[in-house]
């Protein structure tokens, strides 16, 4: 049984722990493979995907987790991991020992992640040693595009953290092929809710330690009176707290081989080794020297990276003005310290703030960059995102994003009626290549592409665990092949799903007036129970454990992962009832459970009939 749980644990959750790829100074194992085949490649039900282009040296990859965050995970969901030119872009902490201050006040803090960080929001619950964002929700992935020059991922989690109530957490990354064995990296990111967004950046760290390590145009960031860690910058409350004093701060004090806080023999100080999240419970009182300087002004940060040769270059477009924030971050290498850069906007009244990021970032040595300039088009509105990027060769890439479906976004360079829109032009203004998504209608210049509809959309029907059946005709098999069909919850559902559910199609075939979903490689089901007792009230209980629908936690979605979701008998696929709420790891409340036997093998399904 023990040999079973941990079989099927692993299919069902996947890797939960992975480390940083070796830095090129070590005599290391070489780079995973997860970052060096060749084809993109999307982990539906788990919402792991990883974006890839090149070839050896050559390779570039995007890595984005969206699923739910469980025992021992980072609460990092919809961070990103960057990849090129043979080096890791991403300044990972990762942890030295569980339950350490280090994991549970830093390491598996967002803000030590490429991703936004409510300030606010993410306050831990008092008295609680356990981030408070474990279990959440899983993110819904809402768009897949893995065809050259330009492929793509978009995610979406309004619940993303506990009491939150966010209207938009949304994400959409873009890995962009330019001259052959290079391009450039698009991170969009709109947030809607709370009152301070930090877009939150790093790279790996630099050893021996320079001063030019981090170079900064466009803005110049300053000290701030009575700051020197970030938990100071929103406003008073932490000013006269120890740790917002130089030398004094939990990073700077945080020992790389303990994972703990060095004592500084301050009279009064309550110091722990384990089960100790540090005041203010956010990983803000980690990052310290921190500089500020507030900019309606493009800007950029450019990091030398580790091999001592090749820099990170990140470009943000400010259309919406911002405050840009400098500081440092501890590492588990002894003495080293990595460079933190952070956009922030903050809310001016109580009635929430609305935030969009725009990025792009490149990697070359001695200056060549791919990318020549970034400019932001004119007429773009408050949401939408509109870029023109011209590369070094003078040939132009123009990309439209909006977080909303069938805008009518209008620029003077290019039109979009959709959600995502993508055109290549050659140096000599001629058309290379150019991609619509979900939309009708795309144009650039004399170049015009209509779609009668944005998408197919049907019914789901009948399921089985190879098998979907939908009540629309699709188009032939050869056309479908490779793309994204996202199935969500029926309009007006009793009980509606955490997120939507995505499959890569493998194949399709026609049935009359309806298509079929046909899967191999992957499974229409979730997760596999073996029930041990059923009781009469709807609520039973499972010889194997669920580690990602329950854990013990004070947040309101606790045990609504697979909220909604279809129960069905393994033996003859019979549905027998449908999930309410996991009550715990190995215990969940169905709305019938009259026809669920004990001793019986049942399967919870991505999709069911309705859908």
Not at 73 to 100: C, F, P, R, V, W
Not at 476 to 499: I, Q
Not at 576 to 588: A, C, F, P
Request: hydrophobic share 35%; proline share 7%; charged share 20%.
């Amino acid at each position: 049984d023990s040999l079973r749980y941990r079989r099927e644990g692993i299919l069902e959750f996947g890797a939960s722990q992975w480390g940083d790829i070796p830095r090129p100074e070590s005599d290391a194992a070489p780079v995973p493979k997860l970052f060096t085949e060749s084809q993109s490649v999307v982990a539906g039900q788990k919402r792991f995907v990883v974006l890839r282009s090149g070839k050896g040296r050559d390779a570039r990859a995007i890595l984005m987790r969206g699923g739910p965050t469980a025992s021992h995970a980072h609460n990092d969901q919809m961070a990103i991991a960057l990849y090129s030119h043979g080096l890791a872009l991403t300044g990972e902490y990762g942890y030295k020992l569980a339950g350490t201050p280090d994991h549970r006040g830093w390491g598996a803090q967002s803000v030590a992640h490429k991703m936004v960080v409510d300030e606010d929001l993410h306050a831990p619950v008092p008295g609680d040693a356990v981030p408070p964002t474990s279990p959440n929700p899983p993110a819904s992935i809402e768009a897949f595009g893995h065809f050259a020059p330009a492929q793509f991922i978009e995610m979406s989690n309004p619940g993303q953290w506990a009491g939150a109530n966010l209207k938009e957490y949304r994400r959409q990354t873009w890995l962009v092929d330019t001259a052959p064995g290079d391009g450039y990296f698009v991170d969009l990111f709109w947030v809607e809710g709370g009152q301070v967004h930090d877009y939150v950046w790093n790279a790996p760290f630099v050893q021996p330690a320079r001063q030019d390590a981090l170079r900064l145009e466009g803005v110049s960031p300053e000290p701030v009176k009575d700051v020197w860690c970030l938990a100071a910058l929103s406003g008073t409350k932490y000013r006269r707290e120890i740790f917002n004093q130089p030398g004094k701060s939990w990073g700077e004090r945080l020992e790389a081989g303990s994972g703990t806080i060095r004592s500084l023999g301050i009279p009064n100080e309550k110091l722990s080794s384990h089960d100790w999240n540090p005041d203010p419970g956010n990983g803000y009182g980690f990052i310290w020297d921190v500089k500020a300087a507030s900019t309606r002004d493009d800007w950029s940060a450019t990091w030398l990276l580790h091999d001592g040769t090749h820099s990170l270059k990140l470009s943000m477009l400010n259309p919406d003005g911002q405050m840009v924030v400098t500081g440092k971050t501890p590492t588990l290498t002894a003495g080293a310290t990595q460079d933190v850069v952070i956009a922030r906007r903050q809310a001016t009244d109580r009635r929430g703030l609305k935030s969009r990021f725009a990025t792009v970032s490149q990697v070359a040595a001695n200056g060549q960059w791919p990318v020549r300039e970034v400019r932001w088009l004119d007429g773009i509105g408050e949401q939408e995102v509109g870029l023109l990027v011209t590369h070094a060769d003078g040939s132009s890439d123009t990309l439209l994003a909006s977080p909303a479906p069938q805008p009518k976004l209008q620029t003077a360079k290019a039109s979009l009626h959709g959600k995502r829109g993508f055109v290549r032009r050659a140096a000599d203004g001629s058309l290379h290549s150019a991609i619509l998504s979900e939309g009708t209608f795309l144009q650039a210049g004399d170049f015009a592409l209509r779609l009668p509809k944005a998408a197919w959309e049907g019914v789901v029907t009948h399921v089985s665990p190879t098998e979907v059946r939908v009540n629309t005709k699709l188009p032939p098999n050869a056309v479908l092949r490779d793309h994204g069909v996202l199935f969500s919850s029926a309009p007006g559902a009793r009980l509606p799903y955490s997120a939507n559910e995505f499959f890569t199609i493998e194949a399709t075939d026609t049935e009359g007036e309806e298509s079929v979903f046909c899967f191999a490689n992957q499974r229409v089901s979730s997760s596999r129970l073996l029930i041990e007792t059923a009781g009469s009230n709807g609520v039973i209980k499972t010889v194997w454990p669920n580690e990602l629908a329950s854990l013990p936690s004070r947040q309101k979605d606790r045990g609504h992962v697979f909220r909604g979701h279809l129960l069905m008998k393994e033996d003859g696929n019979l549905p027998v009832g449908t999930i309410q709420q996991y009550l715990s790891k190995n215990q969940l409340r169905v709305d019938r459970a009259g026809g669920i036997e004990e001793g019986q093998t049942y399967r919870i399904m991505a999709t069911q009939p309705g859908d």
